[in-house]
């Protein structure tokens, strides 16, 4: 198993930026490829962007392309998402995920991951 703690979140202005962490501990962190995810208020979770063991994969949603960035360091066991150009439609429970894969790719089934974090919240107000 493998344990997930978010941290980072908080209130900002629209415009501004933050970045979250999300510290792993447990069995080895790069057998695990890992994804954050959000939920805001009323709607289903999401995936926000996706990373393979390795880093050289990602893949993001089309509502933050150019602006967030994924990015993990397997030597410190935690992965990074830098959110830029925050926009209030950002707002919501920000979760990171891990799923045990056997080769160096992404995935975007959010169904598919089998280990989560407990959210941490971002606040963009309109």
């Known amino acids: 198993q493998v344990q997930l703690v978010e941290s980072g979140g908080g209130l900002v202005q629209a415009g501004g930026s933050l970045r979250l962490s999300c510290a792993a501990s447990?069995?080895?962190?790069?057998?695990?490829?890992m994804g954050w995810f959000r939920q805001a208020p009323g709607k289903e979770r999401e995936v926000v962007a996706v990373?393979?063991?390795?880093?050289?994969?990602?893949n993001y949603v089309d509502s933050v392309k150019g602006r967030f960035i994924i990015s993990r360091d397997n030597a410190k066991n935690t992965m990074y998402l830098q959110m830029n150009s925050l926009e209030n439609d950002d707002t919501a429970i920000y979760y990171c995920?891990?799923?045990?894969?056997?080769?160096?790719?992404?995935?975007?089934?959010?169904?598919?991951?089998?280990?989560w974090g407990q959210g941490t919240q971002i606040t963009v107000p309109s």
């Open positions: 995920a891990a799923l045990l894969l056997n080769s160096d790719r992404v995935s975007l089934s959010l169904r598919s991951y089998e280990y």
């Open positions: 447990g069995r080895t962190f790069s057998a695990y490829a």
């Open positions: 990373i393979s063991r390795s880093g050289r994969s990602t």
